[in-house]
Nanobody, 117 residues
Framework: QVQLVESGGGLVQAGGFLRLSCTAS????????MHWYRQAPGKQRELVAS????????YGNSVKGRFTISRDNAKSTVVYLQMNSLKPEDTGVYYC??????????WGQGTQVTVSS
């Protein structure tokens, strides 16, 4: 069973930065499509960023130019989300998801990010 564990969340002031990590229990980060989602209180979960096995990257409009998704080239079990210039509207629970072979989906338990104004 694949397990994903997010870490790196916390409380930060607006304009600050955080780096989230998603660590998989097995080596799937390379072949999988990895996603970061977030969910704010009372809102639907939204896709923040994705990175495909071939290197293709997607960012949601609200985070373009501020967030960067990347894989750890040395550790094929870790994917990161570098979040800069954070805004209060970035507050929420951030989840990591892995999609393997386009069929199997695995979610982490989430990590809380709170941005104060």
């Amino acid at each position: 069973q694949v397990q994903l564990v997010e870490s790196g969340g916390g409380l930060v002031q607006a304009g600050g930065f955080l780096r989230l990590s998603c660590t998989a229990s097995v080596d799937i980060v390379g072949p999988a499509v990895m996603h970061w989602y977030r969910q704010a209180p009372g809102k639907q979960r939204e896709l923040v960023a994705s990175i495909a096995s071939g290197g293709g990257i997607f960012y949601g409009n609200s985070v373009k130019g501020r967030f960067t998704i990347s894989r750890d080239n040395a550790k094929s079990t870790v994917v990161y989300l570098q979040m800069n210039s954070l805004k209060p509207e970035d507050t929420g629970v951030y989840y990591c998801k892995a999609v393997v072979r386009g069929v199997h989906e695995y979610w982490g338990q989430g990590t809380q990010v709170t941005v104060s104004s």
